[in-house]
């Protein structure tokens, strides 16, 4: 008799359901977020049924409770938050939620719509660690964002001449500036012969002389802040640089890191081959791509994925083709950065941006279509596991001929 599973991820918890082929519960786990409840957890589904006889339907298909499922042998099914959602007024109708309900859910959905679902197949661990690694610079290059507008934020309230002596208020030479020189009055002094010195001490590798950055600083509207007020908005400005310093350099040591990995990585080199792709971009590419084939068996999946095709709504006489919501978006993101790079390398890529902004389509539309065509060289030769050849690639020889 099949059995199937579902489980609902918890903070301390977990709740596991398993129905038989009719829908009936066999059993309820609820399984703790240890050693031991992991243990227990596995022991009690050997009971029910071989591990490999034994699939179990996930809404989050990542964490440890999920490698210890698929180190035993058991078939993991995700299936999208959204699915769920729209298979709950099947089974309440007053929409009530809890744990166990939504892993007796999961189970039944997985029974009866099982055969819609893909399992998940577990990349490598190069593919994994390079995941991590890009996923967490990403989240590392967001924060400096953040604070690098809060750093340009406050500056404009005290002294803006700061904010715009240099192109990148978060660049190493601005934030040693700013650690420097953090009110007005402590550059009230700054002359060329000492602003030269400052940027020979930094290793400053700007086209602006001592001079033409000294006009910047001074042509900047004053601030209106008294001097306590400026004083005290100074030592924060401080205290964000020495922050944002710390958070470039380890930016930087990530990146290294993420050079090198995807360098080294077969797949990496694949991707690496495009225009423009570079290293980081191809890392980023990579690791949401993985390097499981069976995933995308064609490249409109991978299209999908990536969010770089539209979803068409049809009905009746009615039709409409709308933006793709529900995907990848760090794969997207990706795609499309290393789509709009490559059309400075690329003519072929060119060509294609060009026509679609003739069209009427605005900078984003143009480079999600250029994306779309760059997806079908890259699942070819990602599929082929060969790099990219220009010659090869027809359509972009035609053109240069």
Request: glycine share 6%; hydrophobic share 45%; net charge positive.
């Amino acid at each position: 008799m099949p059995f199937h599973g579902g489980l609902d991820w918890g903070g301390s918890a977990h709740a596991v359901c398993i129905v038989d082929a009719a829908g009936q519960v066999v059993t309820r786990i609820e399984a703790r977020h240890d050693a031991a409840g992991l243990a227990d957890l596995l022991a009690r589904l050997r009971k029910v049924a071989p591990a490999a006889e034994l699939p179990i339907a996930i809404e989050r298909p990542s964490g440890l409770i999920i490698d210890t499922l698929v180190a035993a042998g058991h078939p993991i099914i995700p299936i999208h938050p959204n699915v769920v959602r729209a298979c709950r007024p099947r089974y309440r109708a007053a929409g009530g939620k809890s744990d166990p309900g939504d892993a007796y859910m999961l189970a039944d959905i997985l029974r009866t719509d099982g055969h819609r679902f893909r399992p998940l197949m577990p990349m490598s661990d190069e593919i994994k660690a390079l995941r991590a690694l890009v996923r967490g610079r990403d989240d590392l290059v967001a924060q400096r964002t953040a604070l690098a507008n809060q750093m340009r934020s406050l500056l404009e309230s005290f002294w803006p001449g700061a904010a715009v002596i240099f192109a990148d208020v978060a660049s190493p030479i601005a934030l040693a500036f700013i650690a420097r020189y953090p009110t007005p009055d402590s550059a009230s002094r700054l002359g060329e012969k000492r602003m030269a010195g400052f940027m020979a001490q930094h290793a400053y590798c700007g086209r602006r002389s001592a001079a033409e950055l000294l006009a910047r600083l001074r042509d900047a509207p004053a601030g209106l802040a008294g001097e306590a007020e400026a004083d005290a908005k100074g030592e924060i400005a401080r205290a964000l640089a020495a922050v944002l310093e710390r958070l470039v350099h380890e930016i930087a040591k990530l990146s290294s890191r993420i050079e090198h990995a995807v360098a080294e990585l077969p797949d990496g080199k694949i991707v690496m081959s495009f225009p423009r792709a570079g290293r980081i971009c191809a890392a980023q590419i990579l690791a949401e791509l993985g390097d499981i084939r069976e995933r995308f068996p064609t490249e409109d999946q991978l299209a999908a994925e990536a969010g770089v095709c539209p979803v068409t709504h049809a009905s009746g006489k009615s039709r409409g083709v709308v933006y793709r919501w529900a995907c990848n978006k760090n794969l997207r993101l990706a795609v499309t950065c290393f789509a709009d790079n490559s059309r400075h390398a690329s003519q072929w890529a060119a060509t294609i941006y060009n026509r679609a902004r003739q069209r009427g389509c605005k900078h984003p539309h143009a480079v999600r279509i250029l994306a779309r065509a760059w997806i079908r060289v890259l699942w070819r030769a990602w599929q082929s596991r060969n790099p990219y050849d220009p010659e090869k690639h027809l359509a972009a020889t035609k053109m240069a001929a």
